[in-house]
């Protein structure tokens, strides 16, 4: 199913309408506002750590009062042969630039996996849109992995416009059982649309980028109701659970 030209403008104007309603940060330009503003985030976020300070962080593991991992989820080596002119330069205390690989697993991805633990955060601290895909490896594998592609495909729908997407996770049913059990998810994989931390509907079917992405635009932009969706639907009020 395609939108015609006039439903993508409707969507487009709407959302356009969301991104008018927030307002734009303001530079500071006053010298004196900028030093007071830096002053503050100097005592906020200290650049100096005291070894004897007793909130040195355990997990420090380069000595400098804060682990790395606080700014990259995944830091690897990668493992290079070596020549000979590659050993005369260790020996001469020279490091080669391409040895560590910084990767940051959060950065621009249309759905990002998450786990038990960071449920309440990625709920509850932004009550903005957000679908959950929940799914299951070994229940009907090929639609799981279907409706995970899908709703790549729906979210890039929105950045090819340069349109803001809604949020988007996704739940591993095999790794996080208690999660599930808390969604009331029973059948995989299954679609959750939440908004202001309650789940406004659910959707069992395996649908296509353009229906999920039309549904989006009707759940939280204010679009017309897509013809996959009946008068009931969006209706629901069921919280979401808190997992803390």
């Not at 299954?190 to 959707?203: Q, S």
């Amino acid at each position: 199913m395609q939108m015609t030209d006039e439903q993508r403008r409707t969507l487009r104007r709407k959302i356009r309408e969301m991104m008018d309603r927030v307002p734009e940060t303001a530079e500071i330009t006053d010298p004196a506002e900028r030093k007071a503003k830096m002053l503050e985030l100097l005592t906020k976020y200290q650049l100096v750590v005291e070894e004897e300070d007793p909130n040195w962080p355990e997990d420090d593991e380069d000595g400098h009062g804060f682990s790395l991992g606080q700014f990259f989820d995944k830091i690897t080596i990668k493992a290079e042969k070596k020549n000979d002119d590659d050993e005369e330069d260790d020996a001469k205390g020279n490091q080669s630039d391409k040895e560590i690989v910084w990767e940051d697993d959060n950065y621009i991805k249309p759905i990002r996996d998450v786990k038990t633990m960071d449920w309440d955060d990625t709920v509850f601290t932004d009550f903005g849109p957000l679908i959950v895909l929940v799914h299951n490896r070994y229940k009907r594998p090929q639609d799981n992995e279907n409706a995970r592609d899908q709703l790549v495909k729906a979210i890039e729908m929105f950045w090819e416009y340069n349109l803001p997407s809604p949020r988007c996770v996704a739940v591993d049913a095999c790794a996080e059982p208690d999660l599930v059990k808390a969604l009331n998810v029973s059948g995989f994989p299954e679609v959750l649309f939440t908004n202001a931390g309650k789940i406004v509907h659910r959707d069992k079917v395996v649908r296509s980028a353009e229906e999920w992405t039309r549904m989006m635009a009707f759940f939280y932009y204010k679009a017309a109701r897509p013809p996959c969706l009946s008068e009931a639907d969006g209706q629901g009020q069921e919280k979401v659970p808190l997992m803390s």
